[in-house]
């Protein structure tokens, strides 16, 4: 994307044809992507852990957008077995769907484990999405212009995988536990789009990141030094959650988005600015680390995606 031909998001179009899921849709990131789906027509799911929130956000986006096409459904991405049961209800009520945006998040939190034993990052951030996106793969298949949009972080190039340590029981640090969990998001999302392509699916597999944006995630769970350092210290160099939605929305719309792309703001250090291609790491795009991951990421979910494993490398 030139200069001369930033992408906004009055470009989306026309989205009446289809269904999205949006994670994290009650605020932030989630909650603008979902209004501007919603206002090009879409029929959007929130998918949200608090529903009164996910109302809150519902009636905001009405308020707008009178006869918005909106469901609002609970979802706790860190606990494996509410994302079966929310799969569960979506595929009751969904013969299809169009748009998965895999973008709910939590960043830097104390230590703390999901129901299932796994550390809450790496749980609610990566292992929630891969077992959301393998269970509605087939709806997705049926979809019209199908996409998964999957929500990682500049930060992936700081992160690798602890896989002697994937609860940081023997030593936890928050930022570095976040920075995995963006780094598993950036190599699952690749690894997808892989294994998609190799199984000839129309679905298409894209990242995105929304460079430095002020929404809630920066302050309603880190502590101590992380949460002055983003929530208040860096806060007035943020971009609104508009602006930073925009590359995942571009992802999940965008006519010329293709499959493998990684989508983040054109601006210095990718902090802010209008959607463009930005640089996948090549430890995220490393075959075999996402091999083990996906392999790993199965065996913890118990979800089994349909796909072959591909063999060889792509370029990012």
């Known amino acids: 994307m030139k200069k001369d031909q930033r992408w906004t998001a ?24 979902a209004r501007a789906l919603a206002r090009r027509g879409g029929h959007v799911i929130l998918a949200v852990r608090d529903e009164a929130k996910g109302r809150r956000a519902a009636e905001e986006i009405t308020a707008e957008q009178p006869g918005a096409g909106l469901e609002v459904r609970r979802l706790d991405l860190a606990d494996l077995d509410a994302v079966r049961a929310f799969a569960d209800r979506i595929r009751a009520d969904h013969p299809r769907l169009d ?24 749980a609610a951030n990566h292992l929630g999405h891969f077992a959301l996106t393998g269970l509605l793969l087939d709806l997705l298949a049926d979809g019209v212009d199908p996409r998964v949009v999957t929500v990682s972080s500049a930060n992936h190039r700081q992160g690798r995988l602890f896989l002697d340590d994937l ?39 894209l990242l995105a990141h929304p460079g430095y944006t002020a929404t809630n995630l920066q302050t309603s769970a880190p502590v101590g030094r992380v949460k002055v350092l983003f929530g208040f210290v860096l806060a007035p160099l943020a971009q609104r959650p508009e602006k930073g939605a925009l590359p995942q929305l ?56 349909p796909l072959p494993s591909p063999s060889g490398r792509q370029s990012p």
């Open 10 to 33: 009055d470009q989306i179009p026309d989205q009446s044809a289809r269904v999205a899921v949006v994670t994290g849709a009650n605020s932030g990131l989630g909650l603008a992507t």
């Open 99 to 122: 748009v998965l945006v895999n973008n709910a998040g939590v960043m830097a939190p104390p230590r703390s484990l999901s129901a299932q034993g796994h550390e809450s990052q790496f």
């Open 167 to 205: 609860s940081g029981e023997k030593k936890y640090s928050p930022m570095g536990f976040y920075n995995q969990s963006k780094f598993a998001n950036a190599v699952f999302g690749w690894e997808l789009h892989r294994r998609l392509t190799a199984a000839g699916s129309p679905i298409r597999s």
């Open 250 to 305: 571009y992802a999940a719309t965008a006519p010329e988005a293709k499959g493998g792309e990684f989508i983040g703001p054109d601006g210095i250090a990718e902090l802010r600015g209008h959607p463009t291609r930005v640089r996948l790491s090549g430890e995220a795009a490393d075959p075999e680390t996402g091999r083990r991951l996906w392999e790993l990421s199965e065996r913890l979910t118990q979800v089994r995606f």
